[in-house]
């Protein structure tokens, strides 16, 4: 089915992708990464010595900072910290500096859809810039469901406005993800396999919830 889409594309294809390391001298990893004109600036601090209150000191943790373009930090940027956290403990090879923090802190640019997938790619690649040690690579992408059941992939702030449902979706970038028969590990800590990490909103359809 074709999609008439205000820019021009098609059903299943993205925005320009952009990004650039090394943005920031005083961090020990950073990077800016932009999808269309959806723009977010990563920095990494640390391994930094301790954990925070109710971290397991045996393992590094992960610390995420969320800096909106304007105005104070809501629920909804709460819950973006806690999704990254989550994503970024399931990659990082967390034994390797245990007792240790790493602050990773997103800053949004600028906001024009599929704003959190632009977020965890920017930081997966400053936590790359700063040498942290990971299992895999994150790749995330927002997929949005029109009222026909169409999937389109990487979706506006006006299409997110104007669509019933979205899924914000990311995978590793291993072989692994599509053979979930196999097992591998990185030192004693296994690999991810298919989505590591869904965050869905509104009414779903058939289509998409058997992509997931």
């Known amino acids: 089915m074709e999609i ?68 104070q930090i809501g629920k909804v940027e709460k819950e973006y910290e806690m999704i990254l956290k989550k994503t970024f403990e399931s990659i990082c090879i967390r034994t390797i500096y245990p007792n240790t923090t790493t602050t990773v802190i ?42 026909s ?11 997110e406005e104007k669509l019933k449902a979205f899924a914000n979706l990311v995978f590793p970038n291993a072989i692994v993800s599509v053979l979930p028969d196999r097992s591998l590990k990185v030192g004693t800590e296994p690999m991810a396999h298919g989505i590591m990490t869904s965050v869905t909103q509104g009414a779903m359809s058939g289509i998409l919830q058997h992509f997931l």
Request: hydrophobic share 40%.
């Open 149 to 159: 059941g169409c999937v389109l992939l990487d979706p506006t702030k006006d299409e």
């Open 4 to 71: 008439d889409r205000p820019d021009g594309r098609s059903a299943n294809q993205l925005r320009p992708l952009a990004c650039s390391c090394s943005v920031l001298h005083r961090a020990h990893g950073s990077s800016s990464w932009a999808q269309g004109e959806t723009k977010v600036l990563a920095a990494v601090y640390g391994p930094k010595a301790g954990t925070k209150k109710n971290e397991n000191p045996e393992k590094a943790s992960i610390e995420i900072i969320w800096k909106p373009k304007s105005g």
């Open 106 to 147: 997103v800053q949004v640019l600028h906001d024009d859809g599929a704003l959190l997938p632009c977020a965890i790619n920017a930081a997966c690649a400053a936590l790359v810039d700063a040498g942290i040690p990971l299992k895999h690579l994150a790749v995330a992408i927002c997929c949005s469901v029109t009222d």
